[in-house]
């Protein structure tokens, strides 16, 4: 337990950092959305490429993760969606529940997976993402387009161009399509990426911590604990027992858990106040979720024997 804390441990610092910078005004609030911008954008892909580019994807692991991850977020989405009529919350909100049940920062997940389990792991994580972002992204914009304040209904389209648009799935898609083809490495390029790779996560970690608002979660603090505890509670082990049932190895069922155990999406407040969704509901519960993790997740590979 001791060493799964140690390893987490410094993900969460610096997630703790980048929520001291931004409160301390250490930079000025408009300096965060173009330091954002790039490691979205240049950063994170060019550390994701490598990762499934290189990767051994023979054993068949992270086509489990990443089924198990799907799986998963198919039944909480169904439930959430099956509980409708029992949730005494205007439109809006509820699209806030939605996305909070079923959206995870991969700015915190591939860190700890980095942490624990070194690139082997981060490789099958990284397909994992490929894996979930075209599901959370079609089920979360449907239901804004549904219930959000603004109802934009969505053309299949627009969906594509979104799901195109979005740097960590290219990023994803590139580096499964480079391993596959079996592409050799490229020099110069290839080492240009890992410099730039090398900077992805702390300033991700960073960026992650600088977004998180508390403002919301004293207020609602009902709907928020009950979204985080399907978000920690529920979603984790469902994804765990997807990927045992699958039969996946003991790496697998672990990208699985933490896949599960991830924190709610910073790309969920966008969404929300892009299409009509509570924003600040959202915001709480990414904040929230992301403290809890750094209990949970810990607590979890202890529980399931991932040390």
């Not at 079609?138 to 299949?156: D, N, Q, T, Y």
Request: glycine content about 10%.
């Amino acid at each position: 337990m001791t060493a799964l804390i140690a390893g987490v441990l410094p993900v969460f610092l610096m997630i703790a950092l980048g929520y001291g910078l931004r409160k301390s005004g250490f930079l000025p609030d408009e300096a965060w959305r173009p330091i954002e911008k790039l490691s979205i954008n240049i950063f994170y892909p060019s550390f994701l490429i490598p990762a499934i580019w290189h990767a051994d994807l023979a054993g068949g692991g992270a086509t489990v993760a990443g089924a198990a991850a799907v799986g998963a977020t198919l039944i909480v989405a169904a439930a959430t969606l099956a509980a409708k009529p029992l949730i005494t919350l205007d439109g809006p909100a509820y699209t806030s529940v939605f996305q909070g049940v079923i959206r995870w920062n991969s700015f915190v997940f591939v860190p700890v997976i980095q942490s624990v389990y070194g690139s082997e792991g981060t490789a099958l994580a990284a397909v994992a993402i490929a894996f979930i972002i075209p599901v959370t992204n079609i089920a979360c914009v449907a239901v804004l387009a549904k219930w959000g304040s603004l109802r934009r209904e969505p053309s299949v389209v627009g969906l594509i161009k979104s799901m195109l648009a979005n740097p960590i799935l290219l990023a994803c898609l590139i580096g499964l399509a480079l391993n596959l083809l079996h592409v050799p490495l490229i020099p110069g390029l290839s080492d240009a990426m890992d410099l730039l790779g090398a900077a992805a996560l702390p300033l991700g970690l960073i960026v992650a911590g600088a977004g998180l608002s508390f403002a919301e979660v004293k207020r609602r603090r009902t709907t928020i604990a009950a979204v985080s505890l399907v978000k920690l509670g529920i979603m984790p082990p469902l994804m765990w027992f997807i990927a045992w049932a699958l039969g996946g190895d003991s790496l697998a069922q672990g990208i699985a858990l933490i896949c599960g155990a991830a924190p709610g999406s910073a790309a969920s407040y966008i969404l929300a106040r892009q299409m009509g969704g509570d924003a600040p509901l959202i915001a709480g519960v990414i904040a929230l979720t992301t403290v809890g993790s750094a209990v949970v997740i810990p607590i979890l590979l202890a529980l399931f024997h991932f040390t």
